[in-house]
């Protein structure tokens, strides 16, 4: 498995208040526990609302996480070409653009991310209602790789949502006590137009959310998803972070030293007994 969305806590690293919150600690030990119960092999440490630009806390966390982790962060404007390409060789992977709490400069924004992808082969990842994606669309058409939070938060922008995995924008299988809508009918909408679209993450710890991340999401993701399961549960993000694909051997055939072999029904315990027909049930 692995993680695509998980956000680490360090109250040792700057805390900002956002909209007057401010989250409990969550750090690597209590992440490891909560899923240790799964084979998490990887993931994505995602910088959050209430850690600003720090790349203090995200460094910490990606050494030691280890190579198969990467992190997307949050920059500002005047952060410098050697700012990325340090922060690359750290492990980050990607830019945060968080459109639902933090205001910003879009146009800015979309700037540094055409020279951040430019330089280290970085994508954005977009924390947004989904009814905006139509409003911000001129914007959203110049960024050359592109993943939405949180299946798009809302039913309204289902749609828009939909037209931009069409064109290969990947979308977060995250946050399902945040959103407002179906989430099999939509999971299944956005498997439907692009196999490849959906990346697993827990969201951990679901700071604000209405409920966080349940062992039964990843049953829902299966029912949905089935055979693509590998895929969504880890190969795709893989990918789509630029790390090596996982692979897995073929499950090998079982052999039976001592085969079942048929016994003949006038050979089965009781077979000369009068058999009784099943009751009829009105």
Known sequence: MFDAHVHI??????????????????VID???KRMGHFDVRGGAVVSASFQGADQTYLKAALSALGPEWVGVTRLDLDATDDDILELDR??????????????ADITEMTLQALRAHELAGWHVELYIDGQMLASLQPVISKLPALSIDHLGMSEEGLPYLLDLVD??????????GRVEMDVAETLRRIHTVNPGALMFGSDLPGTRAGRPFEDSDIDLICQVVGADMHAVLEDNAREFYRLPPVHRDATPAVRVE???????RNLLPGADDQTRPLPVIE
Do not use: H
Request: aromatic letters at 12%; zero cysteines; proline letters at 13%.
């Open 167 to 176: 064109r290969g924008a990947r979308v977060k299988a995250t946050g399902f």
């Open 30 to 32: 209590d992440y490891r």
């Open 258 to 264: 001592n085969p079942t072999i048929p016994i003949p």
């Open 90 to 103: 750290a492990g980050v992977r990607a830019l945060r653009f968080n459109l639902k709490r933090a205001a």
């Open 9 to 26: 806590i360090d109250p040792r690293f700057p805390l900002i208040e956002n909209e007057g919150y401010l989250p409990e600690p969550y």
